[in-house]
């Protein structure tokens, strides 16, 4: 009689246990990115609701004028584009192209009274060498490059020079500013110069 009893009971509870568990409705299906729970304390409601999160890409941008060279082969490639603009200009005689490579009228008045010197060919980038670079200062505005440029390639024999180079920074782009002959000449100065504009 008690073992009839207990089974009952046991019997009883499984069914309850069974009825708690069984799914009531029908179940939703469509995946969802994230599930929020909110439980209310006045009622035993359960409200389950699906939110999207959209992740937006993460962009960084430099400020004109913020960028800091640090290696001596992003200075080299620099300098190298600047003279090539340089020879370009003054192999067409071009003005407006010497302008987009210098920073300072005296630069230009530089580049336009050697117009006429003398080419084996037309400049290339690839003719222009840089190399033996250090780097004198870098900073946001300036830098200031120790280095050799050799356009034997377009110019002829013995066309090797080692120059300072002051480069200054104008709407993010780096600019000549005026060159000196060696390493521990005055050109700090043309650091923190005024540029006045080209005429």
């Known amino acids: 009689m ?7 009971v046991i019997v009883v509870g499984l069914a309850i246990g069974v009825w708690a568990l069984w799914p009531r409705g029908e179940t939703d299906t469509t995946p969802a990115t994230s599930v929020v729970v ?3 304390t006045t ?5 389950i609701a699906t939110t999207t999160t959209v992740v937006e890409p993460t962009t960084t941008s430099t400020l004109p004028g913020s960028h800091v060279v640090a290696t001596v082969e992003e200075a080299e490639e620099i300098l190298r584009d600047l003279w090539f603009g340089w020879f370009e200009g003054i192999y067409n005689q ?9 920073a300072s009228q005296t630069m230009l008045d530089q580049a336009t009274f050697a117009f ?10 690839e003719g222009v060498w840089v190399s033996s670079a250090e780097i004198l200062r870098s900073d946001a505005e300036c830098l200031v490059v120790w280095h050799t440029v050799d356009v034997t390639a377009f110019r002829g024999e013995g066309r090797i020079t080692d120059a300072v180079l002051v480069l200054r920074s104008l709407s993010g ?3 000549m500013a005026s060159t000196w002959v060696h390493r521990g000449d005055l050109w ?3 650091c923190v110069a005024q540029l006045e504009p080209l005429s």
Do not use: K, N, Q, Y
Not at 43 to 47: E, V
Not at 118 to 125: D, G, I
């Open 173 to 175: 782009t780096w600019l």
């Open 188 to 190: 700090e100065s043309d």
């Open 2 to 8: 008690i073992g009839r009893l207990v089974a009952g």
């Open 116 to 125: 006429g010197a003398s080419f084996e060919s037309s400049p290339t980038l």
């Open 43 to 47: 009622t035993s409601t359960i409200t």
């Open 38 to 40: 909110v439980a209310t």
């Open 94 to 102: 071009d003005e407006d192209r010497i302008r987009e490579v210098v």
